[in-house]
């Protein structure tokens, strides 16, 4: 029987329990935690065997350290037993406070399950309290936390199960008494905080490895980042988006300050709306809003613009924080010059660069629409009450005979300006309008065949030039073909056009240097009128119409040149 009635018995074991506790809390990991618990069983608490049974994140427990026989810690350690036996376990025999005995008597229905056991056989006992080979006795590990509510339900109910401690072979051969099951339950207590701490430091360590590990990939990611930007061989800016600074530039790298002659220090002064060209802010601020790809123009510190491609991307703060703009800028001047070039060739004359016969009934059909102007209605100028109208902005006037937008049927939001023709043959009745001149040089095919196609070459560049010299920047000069050419004038009466035939003619006439040689060619005017509701060709084929009448009512003498 167990002297407890001694006093200094108790306070040994007291001591011994005390020093297996303090060695609980001085093992680094969870493994060490593990093993000091089961070697605590056998050092403090006289008992020659110890199994330590953690609980998995699956419930089942696992044989996690063992203490007190090798061959034994060899045989069951790292094997398994289903949270179901466990229970069932934990469910039977005597339950002495937290923990539970199981007697021989009973746990012989256990043998056979799949719990990892270790036993050996022995005598039946003696007497009343001897412990049997087959008696199991078990110390659950709760987590910390308050009791169940109901007195009456089982051991541990209402905690979290970590683990248990199963002991065997007291070293007195006996039953532990009502000291000894108390230090059991004590010590199985404080097992169960050593191995909550030892897990909260694991998972504390863990989750400092696994931050550094983040950290250093940010910072890899990072400087990889910064040498991307900084070492790319086209431009790249960041600019902030929202507040007061939007569009700011934040940082730029050397591509950048080098394609604009900017140094870095500068260019944080400006936003890439105060470098665009002042026709591509519209572009620059749909991109910027959407993100996207836009091609236009940004000046240079010389001011000179130049072409580029902005290719943008918004990026969100990780922390939800403020959004950047992060721009990749390409330098397409390049490809812009040579796109240029191949519209211009498309749409001019390659030998004398003025606009080809395309672009000039292109230009021409902008100005036409299916829908003639009303007979009796108010002309363009002032309407039937003598005044004159609003002042609508002409987009012909201001960049040439560019396209207007397509007309259909007439409306109150109808922009479209009519165009009118004078109705008063060669009497000038004040209506403006578009005349359209057809001019056909006189004399040319001798030309070509006396001195051949070089001077004949020559001579058609000096009468555009003189063509082009003669007339106003808003008006067209094109080369419809051979030695044909067509003057579009707007904004003529009758005897404007007339004056403007009879100047150019005169321009022409005067000789034309070719190598050293003085060639001379004339030139026959026909005007005509292009009005709504008529076609291109239709205007075309009357002031050609007209060009041949001229000619022929013109004597051969005052024709010839050469």
């Known amino acids: 029987m167990e002297t407890e009635s001694e006093p200094y018995v108790r306070l040994a074991t007291l001591r011994q329990l005390h020093q297996v506790v303090a060695d ?17 069983i056998v050092a403090g608490l006289n008992y020659e065997l110890a199994c330590v049974n953690l609980v998995r ?21 790292g094997r398994v037993g289903s949270r179901a036996s466990w229970d069932r376990r934990l469910a039977m025999g005597q339950a002495w406070g937290d923990l539970r005995f199981i007697p021989h008597t009973e746990g012989w229905v256990l043998i056979e399950d799949d719990v990892p056991q270790w036993h050996t056989e022995g005598p039946a006992p003696r007497f009343e309290d001897e412990w049997h080979p087959h008696d199991r006795l078990y110390a659950p590990m709760y987590s910390s936390g308050s009791r169940s509510a109901h007195p009456g339900g089982p051991p541990g109910s209402g905690r979290e199960l970590l683990g248990v401690i199963s002991v065997d072979r007291p070293r007195n051969g006996r039953h532990p008494g ?49 040498q991307a930007f900084e070492y790319a061989p086209s431009g790249m800016a960041i600019a902030e988006m929202g507040g007061d600074q939007h569009g700011r530039l934040l940082r730029t790298n050397d591509a950048l300050c080098r394609l604009l002659g900017r140094p870095a220090s500068v260019m944080r002064r400006y936003s890439f709306a105060d470098l665009v060209h002042p026709e591509d802010i519209g572009t620059l601020l749909r991109t910027s809003a959407e993100g996207g790809r836009a091609e236009l123009r940004l000046g240079r510190r010389d001011g000179t613009y130049v072409w580029v491609s902005l290719r943008n991307s918004v990026v969100a703060d990780t922390a939800d924080g403020p959004r950047f703009l992060l721009t990749h800028v390409e330098d397409i001047e390049e490809r812009k010059r040579h796109e240029l070039q191949l519209a211009h060739r498309a749409s001019h004359d390659a030998l004398t660069g003025l606009p080809n016969s395309a672009e000039l009934r292109s230009r021409l059909s902008a100005r036409l629409c299916e829908r003639p102007f009303a007979a009796g209605a108010a002309a363009p100028e002032e309407t039937a009450s003598g005044f004159e109208p609003p002042y609508e902005y002409d987009y012909e006037h201001e960049h040439g005979f560019g396209f207007s937008p397509a007309g259909g049927g007439a409306g109150p939001y109808d922009h479209h300006v009519h165009t009118v023709a004078p109705t008063g043959g060669d ?5 403006k309008g578009l005349a359209v001149l057809f001019c056909d040089l006189d004399g040319f095919k001798s030309i070509n ?3 051949g196609h070089h001077t004949g070459d020559a001579v058609l560049i000096e009468v555009a030039r003189r063509l082009t010299t003669g ?9 419809l073909g051979g030695d044909e050419f067509v003057v ?4 003529l009466g009758s005897a404007d056009a007339a004056d403007l035939a009879v100047r150019l003619r005169n321009a022409i006439i005067p000789p034309i240097r070719v190598d050293g040689r003085a060639v001379r060619v004339g030139a026959s005017f026909g005007i005509g009128w292009a009005e709504c509701g008529m076609t291109v060709e239709e205007v075309l084929n009357s002031a050609d119409q007209r060009m041949y009448i001229e000619k022929r009512s013109r004597s051969k003498v005052h024709r010839r040149a050469g």
């Open 178 to 226: 009502p000291w000894g099951r108390e230090a059991l339950q004590m010590y199985a207590s404080q097992s169960a905080i050593a191995i909550s701490n030892a897990r909260l430091r694991s998972n504390m360590q863990r989750a400092l490895v696994r931050l550094e590990r983040e950290q250093q990939a940010l910072r890899a990611s990072e400087e990889s980042f910064r």
């Open 427 to 431: 009497i000038d009745d004040g209506t």
């Open 57 to 77: 994140p699956d419930g089942d427990l696992v044989v996690a350290a063992f203490a007190g026989s090798p061959a034994a810690e060899a045989l069951i350690t």
């Open 488 to 491: 579009l004038a707007d904004g």
């Open 449 to 451: 065949d006396r001195f």
């Open 24 to 40: 609980l809390n001085t093992a680094r990991s969870l493994a060490d935690t593990l093993q000091a618990v089961a070697d605590g």
């Open 471 to 479: 007339v106003r920047d808003g008006d067209t000069v094109a080369r």
